[in-house]
Structures are given as C-alpha cells and as structure tokens.
C-alpha cells in the first residue's frame, strides 16, 4: 500500500468561493517543501465531462495533454503547480455511472442488484485512490465540486466518509471552505451559516479538520474563537482567506494563516524542506508593480462570462508579468461588431485577441475584426476558430474569394476554405470526438516562430474539428500570407502568419492552456511584446 496522504476539500454555504483557488494554493505551498502533489477533481454532474457544455453554464473547458475535456479548475492547477493534469485529475458524476453501467452490461456484478452504495461510491473509491496509488504522489488532494447538502454531491461525501474510515484519519485531512458573510446593516460577519454546513458535514459522518473562510473583512479573534467551538475544529485551524485583488496572492495568504502547517501538523509529516517560493513572490511583486500598460481586445461570443476565456486571461497575465506590463483586456461582444460603426470598439487597441468557438453566432463580426487589425497594423493573435476566421478574412477580402467560408458555418458553402477534418467525417457523437490533446507541431525555419519558441518542433493542446483545406494553400498562401506550421505527419496547417504585417498570428491550437506562472507562454509573451511595440509607436 502506498503512504500517500489525502487532503479532501469541501464547500458549504455558496458555490464560487474558490476551492480550485485554495486547493491550488495549498498545493502550492506544499510543492514549495519538496512533497509531490496532485489534485483532482470530483464534478457531480452527469455529463460525462464537460466538453459539452456550453461556456456559460461552468466557464472554459480546460483540455490537457492526454486529449481529456475537463473542469477549468485543472487550468488553476496546472497555472499553480506547472505540472501537467490528465483524464485521471478530474471525474464526473456522469463518468462514473458510465463506467457502472458498462460494468453491470457485462455482467460484473454477478446477478447482484447494483446500487449507489455500494456500486457507485466503490467506482468513486476507486477513483479517488488512482493518482494516489500510482506512488508518484506524497499529498493527494481531491476536491468535490458543489456545496455540502446538494443532493448531486451526497455519494461523494459518503465515499470520503468510508475513505477516511479505511485509509485511517491521521491520513486523511477534510478542508471545508465556507462563506462568513457581512451584514453591512449590522456591521457584522456572520458565522451561522458555517455552522450550519458544518452540521450538515457532521450529518454525513464527516468531521471538518479545516475551515478555510472566505470573507470580505479579518476575522477577529474571538470570531476565531466562535467558529473554532461552534465547529469542533482547533482555533490554528480556523483559516482566513480574505478577499484579494488577484488570485496570485491567495498562497501567500494561506502561507501567513499556516494552511500547510496544519494540514501537515495532522500529518505528521515535517517539511523536507523549508518553503522555497521566491519565484513566486517575484512574479507577484511584478504583477503588482507594472511599468507599462498594453489594451488587448479579447473578441469572443461569451465574452459576459468571464470564465469563458479564463486560461486565456491568465496567459496573459503571465505574458503580461514577463514584460512589466499590465494587460487591460478589453472584451468584445462577436455579435456587436455586426452592427454598424462597430468599428470604434476597436479603437484605441494595442492588439486584438480573437477566441476560439463553436457555431455560426458573431463570426461575421470577428472576421470584420480581423480585417480592422490587419489593415491597422494591429497585433493580432487568432486561436481556433479565430485562426479560422483569419483565413477567412484573407481568402475573402484580399484574395477576392468572396464566397469562402468555414463547413462548419456552412454546410453548402462554394470556397470551403476551412474544411470538416477527414477523420471527423463519420463522427456524430458530440462528446470526446474532436482532434483533443498534444499534438505536434514543426515551425517553418526561417519564420518568427522559431524565434519565439526557440526551437521547431514543438507540441501544443487541441480541439477541434475543422481545419484549414490544403486544396487551397496554393491559391491562398504568398508572399505576405504564410503557413508558419504544419502537422508533420498529416501536414494539417497549424500556424498561419501574415509577414507583412507588424504581429499577426493564427494557431490552429490552444497556447493558453500551456502558460503558467513559472512559464509564461512564448506566443502570448511576444503578442504583449508587440502590443507594447505598438502602443509606444
Ligand atoms: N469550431 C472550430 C472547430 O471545431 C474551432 C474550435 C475552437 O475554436 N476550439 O474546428
């Protein structure tokens, strides 16, 4: 048996309290001490995963390098940790009653009746203890999504009730992360709600070790004090985590409140090494003291929804560090741009961003967007579709191929430009189908790729299911408009680049998912390097 520990964190109260951001942090901390660790996290819907979800329900569909469609949560993961997830790091409530059901078709369960206890919480067992088990991992720390008290979450906590029982409870650590909220009129925190969820937790079986509590203002002592009796947990165990102007701060604050030292206290395991996170306060203390400010149009069609574009937003953050500037992200709505002088939502930009997507729904206006920073000589980063809609613009509005278009727009379209995949032809099945994951990719030699990324072969993350049609490179590549990266086996173009141009790129591929804090993406590194260019000139 493996000696791996479990951390297991918990909501109550209210959702969007940021137990991804706290996981991610105490993660944080314990990788600064040399233990190796990992999350994971339990989802309890019933979509399989959430690659068919539509952004505005849970945000980004976060893809990792083994092609999984996961929880945008694993972004924080891998943006904290700088180490890469995979199918393994997050389950769904839909997963696992997958894999029962396949189990009981082929008659596994031997005529027995298959039932939520014990048949799903064994499968969500079995989940749980995978990374665990595999020994690479001192510290597993699992989340649960949702909040205590969801009927959706219940066989999730029985599996950690049953877990702790079995694995032991001095290996074994319950976070419960909770809102103390502020009654303005009574100029008060409040702790009963926390009680209450505790309660609720207490019902299940499960004893908080931990409250993490998320608040707008300190926590006094005595408040402390209060929610330490209230909630059986020690007072050292009572956790702060106040409100901070950017997520990047939250180690650092869990650091001062001894986060890890408590977990590591029940333990009792003694750090292998004291905290080393220089690095990180030295990208912190960049962050927080630019010298320069660039404005970057994000163009999307969820743009409402923040977490739509979230690893996008990070990777510009991390570029934005990297050079001492402050990345003020401008969104754009696609479908505005539609409408007429539309134009002046571009103005005053220092380079253009546009999202990837799905559908036909405000592409007219990215493709008008495109044209804008092209013939402006604004820095332009395509990904996806928004590399799709570049070629788009080109073959229509200097190639005078004014019928082109994407298939996936469409379907009758004369001048598909932008082609269904050969390999997506006979898929109908939404969920897991697309071309997902790394891929590699080789970067043309000569090209400012190369230069970027210091190397020409490299391997980004994908999701797609069109491409750009190789029938027409002839008529549409040039002097000016260039495949700067290819497939090297299947010559699928993955980088276009417009060298006449001061910075205009188009990757078929998902770069943001790739930076993280100790490694700023290239790509986005160079983009805010041209922003800055341009807003100097
Ligand atoms: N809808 C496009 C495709 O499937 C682009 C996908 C994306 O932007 N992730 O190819």
Redesign the pocket.
């Known amino acids: 048996m493996s000696n791996t520990k479990y951390v297991f964190v918990t909501g109550g109260v209210s959702s969007s309290l940021g137990k991804g951001i706290v996981a991610a942090s105490l993660a944080k901390l314990l990788q600064s001490q040399d233990f190796s660790v990992t999350i994971q996290k339990f989802d309890p819907y019933l979509n399989v995963d959430p690659g068919t979800l539509n952004p505005y329900e849970h945000g980004e569909c976060f893809v990792t390098d083994d092609g999984a469609e996961t929880d945008l949560d694993l972004g924080h993961y891998e943006r904290f940790l700088n180490v890469p997830t995979s199918q393994a790091n997050n389950v769904t409530t839909g997963r696992v009653y997958q894999s029962v059901i396949e189990k009981e078709r082929r008659g596994e369960f031997l005529g027995k009746t298959v039932q939520v206890i014990p048949h799903i919480t064994n499968e969500i067992k079995k989940r749980m203890q995978l990374l665990g088990e595999s020994g690479d991992y001192d510290i597993v720390i699992t989340e649960i999504g949702g909040t205590v008290g969801d009927i959706e979450s219940l066989p999730y906590i029985e599996t950690v009730r049953q877990l702790i029982n079995e694995l032991g409870d001095e290996n074994c650590v319950v976070i419960h992360l909770t809102l103390i909220p502020y009654l303005a009129a009574a100029k008060e925190l409040k702790t009963k709600p926390t009680q209450h969820s505790v309660k609720t937790l207490m019902e299940s079986g499960i004893k908080a070790d931990v409250l993490v509590c998320r608040t707008e203002h300190e926590l006094t002592d005595d408040l402390r004090k209060k929610l330490a009796l209230f909630c059986n947990v020690k007072q050292e165990a009572v956790i702060q985590s106040i409100d901070v102007d950017t997520i990047y701060e939250v180690p650092l604050k869990m650091l001062e409140e001894g986060l890890d030292t408590v977990v590591l206290k029940k333990f009792q395991l003694a750090p292998k090494h004291p905290h080393d996170l220089s690095d990180w306060k030295t990208f912190l203390s960049k962050l927080q003291q630019p010298k320069n400010t660039v404005k970057i149009g994000l163009v999307g069609k969820y743009v409402e929804l923040q977490d739509s574009y979230k690893s996008i937003l990070e990777a510009l953050i991390h570029a934005g560090t990297k050079h001492l500037t402050a990345v003020e992200v401008v969104s754009i709505h696609s479908e505005h741009l539609e409408e007429s002088n539309s134009q002046q939502l571009l103005e005053g930009l220092n380079g253009v961003i546009v999202a990837?997507?799905?559908?036909e729904r405000g592409i007219e206006g990215k493709i008008s967007a495109i044209q804008y920073v092209r013939e402006q000589n604004i820095p332009f980063l395509g990904?996806?579709?928004?590399m799709?809609m570049a070629v788009i613009e080109y073959a229509r509005n200097v190639k005078g191929l004014s019928k082109a278009n994407?298939i996936?727009m469409n379907a009758k379209c004369e001048t598909p430009v932008?082609d269904l995949m050969e390999s997506q032809k006979n898929i109908t099945d939404k969920g897991g189908t697309?071309r997902l994951g790394a891929w590699d990719c080789s970067l043309k030699k000569d090209s400012k790729l190369t230069e970027i990324y210091q190397s020409d072969a490299i391997s980004e993350r994908h999701?797609?299911?069109?491409?750009f049609n190789n029938a027409f490179s002839e008529q549409l590549f040039d002097a000016d408009f260039k495949m700067a990266g290819w497939n090297p086996e299947t010559q699928l173009v993955e980088i276009i680049e417009n060298v006449k141009h001061p910075w205009f790129v188009g990757v078929q591929f998902?770069p943001e998912y790739k930076s993280t804090v100790s490694k700023p993406h290239p790509l986005f590194a160079a983009f805010v390097e041209a922003a800055l260019i341009h807003n100097r000139s």
């Open positions: 990837p997507g799905f559908g990904i996806c579709l928004g799709q994407s996936e932008i697309m999701r797609h299911r069109y491409e998902h």
